[in-house]
């Protein structure tokens, strides 16, 4: 998997960005000028990491004022990408782009334009028959990777889905200790819709992976372990997984760890250490890490506290429907703290939470099976 080279047109010049991006002209009447981007002041957005490692791409359509000094002044989501990370990446980039402000007779005046950007990214194609056929004759002669790799073709969608078959397989090439095979069975363990949940066997099978070296494995451990809602919790031992996750380059790992370390730091060193990582995790477009950062910004743990600070990360973790980030949100527009009070906008955050559905925020946390 690679990202695409395709190149982007902006306005009336190409940009080459990794993503096309069309920017409408602006509002224009008898005497106006539209405002145009500076090609050297547009930088690549960044690709969220959890984006690419899940295959995340869409398209974003926002709507944004350019002031008269060129910069963005203010943008919203038209149209979303259906990616939350995406979204916000897109809003971030456009953020840094400067433009020649539209004119009124000669006089900068602000204007409002769209503008969309196209996450793509290409693959190369699978011989589908020739998976099957060589899944099938290797299952058939006990072969763990084989009995592996047929229960994820049997677990995807299509004609050919069969979920217990998929689970059976899974079964025959954990007990062969194939690591991949036994943190399939962990994540199908924990998930409703495949059937009753078994924590236990979900743990069993987690450890047994992670004890192998798989970083996926390593990761859901210690969310089990920090969240404690499933297994009895243990801090000290989850932060050791997920260091081993994080070092392995499991890339939810850093945002996880950077939050047990803050919430159960055995040290001032520890401390400094998961605020590092928070902002680290912020930088590169991870929710879970932003939220995190902003509860220490308003309450003063590890960093300065700065109410504005706190809530200009709220607002950015809010945007991927983040439930926690919208109600603390909403508390900090109730209390006045860090911008004017506003009741109102407290309450219509409040409701946009309570509307938020439950797996469907971009909290992160959860490992998938991917």
């Not at 990491?49 to 943008?75: C, K, M, P, Y």
């Not at 899974?170 to 059937?195: P, T, W, Y």
Request: proline fraction near 6%.
């Amino acid at each position: 998997m690679r990202l695409s080279t395709s190149s982007i047109l902006l306005s009336m010049f190409a940009v080459s960005l990794g993503m096309s991006v069309t920017v409408a002209p602006a509002h224009a009447t008898t005497g106006t000028a539209r405002a145009v981007p500076n090609s050297n002041t547009c930088p690549k957005p960044v690709w969220p990491r959890a984006s690419l490692r899940h295959g995340e791409q869409g398209t974003v359509t926002l709507g944004f004022r350019i002031d008269v000094d060129g910069r963005v002044g203010d943008s919203h989501i038209v149209k979303s990408s259906g990616f939350p990370m995406l979204d916000m990446a897109a809003m971030e980039g456009l953020a840094r782009c400067r433009f020649k402000p539209a004119t009124i007779d000669g006089k900068p005046e602000t204007a409002w334009t769209k503008v969309q950007y196209v996450w793509t990214l290409e693959s190369k194609p699978i011989a589908a028959a020739e998976q099957w056929r060589l899944a099938r004759e290797g299952a058939a002669r006990g072969e763990a990777k084989a009995e592996y790799v047929l229960a994820r073709l049997y677990m995807a969608g299509g004609a050919q889905q069969n979920i217990p078959e998929a689970l059976r397989l899974f079964a025959l090439a954990a007990q062969k200790n194939h690591a991949d095979a036994q943190f399939s069975l962990a994540i199908a363990s924990m998930n409703e819709k495949l059937g009753p949940r078994n924590f236990a066997l979900a743990f069993e099978m987690a450890s047994k992976a992670a004890k192998q070296g798989n970083t996926r494995a390593q990761y859901a451990l210690g969310l089990m372990l920090s969240n404690g809602r499933d297994v009895p919790p243990d801090p000290s031992k989850a932060i050791e997984w997920l260091r081993q996750a994080h070092a392995g380059a499991e890339p939810s790992a850093g945002p996880l760890l950077g939050a047990v370390l803050v919430k159960h730091a055995a040290s001032p060193a520890e401390l400094a250490e998961g605020v590092a990582m928070l902002v680290q995790g912020d930088a590169a477009h991870e929710p879970l890490a932003t939220f995190h950062l902003a509860r220490c910004y308003e309450n003063g743990h590890g960093v300065e506290r700065d109410y504005a600070r706190a809530a200009s990360l709220y607002t950015k973790a809010a945007i991927g429907q983040h439930k926690p980030a919208l109600l603390a949100l909403a508390n900090l527009y109730e209390r006045g703290h860090g911008m004017p009070a506003d009741p109102e906008k407290a309450s219509r955050l409040r409701a946009e939470a309570a509307q938020v559905a439950p797996g469907n925020q971009a909290s992160a946390g959860t490992p998938s099976e991917q």
